[in-house]
């Protein structure tokens, strides 16, 4: 009688299924695992997204910069400048003059009687444009140098959604 009783005593503590202690050890390594991962994989997006507004400034920065430049040497002279406007005669008439100047956070270009077009793009803002007029006494060399404050245009309070870059660069008239 007493083997009969052992054998269903082993019967009854060998069925399958899992503790209490087993689950709550379970749970507790998932949950270590998860708060280690899930700070790294939201950093890695907000690091991603910052990279990305930094790209976007530097690369208008960048096309802004070398647009005026294009513009300066390409004339065939000064007509204006004033410190925030930059008015440049060109040898072709469709697009003389051509002026560059600071409009509600945008740098415009305007050339002859077409309308002014917008060269930066609508996810930055231009906070300043200077300009300085360094021609020779002589009127040989005209040369310009040129002061601009780019920002991100993101509505965001967060820091990945901010970036700004000063650009400093110049440009000699090329037909003297």
């Known amino acids: 009688m007493?083997?009969?009783?052992?054998l269903k005593l082993k019967r009854v503590n060998s069925q399958k299924g899992v503790t209490l202690i087993e689950l709550l050890l379970y749970i507790t390594i998932l949950t270590i695992i998860l708060s280690a991962l899930v700070p790294f994989a939201w950093n890695s997006i907000g690091t991603?997204?910052?990279?990305?507004?930094?790209?976007e400034v530097n690369s208008?920065?960048?096309?802004?910069?070398?647009?005026?430049k294009y513009e300066i040497r390409n004339a065939t002279g000064i007509n204006l400048l004033l410190g925030t406007i930059i008015s440049l005669a060109t040898a072709t008439p469709a697009t003389n003059p051509t002026l560059i100047y600071r409009s509600g956070g945008n740098i415009m270009i305007k050339q002859g009687t077409t309308d002014a077009i917008n060269i930066n793009?609508?996810?930055t803002v231009i906070n300043s444009l200077a300009f300085t007029n360094y021609t020779s006494g002589d009127g040989k060399t005209k040369h310009v140098k040129f002061v601009i404050n780019l920002a991100a245009k993101y509505g965001a309070a967060r820091q990945e959604y901010q970036d700004s870059i000063l650009i400093e660069g110049s440009a000699e008239?090329?037909?003297n």
């Open 2 to 6: 007493t083997k009969i009783l052992i």
């Open 173 to 175: 008239v090329r037909s």
């Open 48 to 55: 991603g997204v910052k990279a990305s507004v930094q790209q």
């Open 121 to 123: 793009s609508v996810n």
């Open 60 to 68: 208008n920065a960048r096309y802004i910069s070398e647009r005026i």
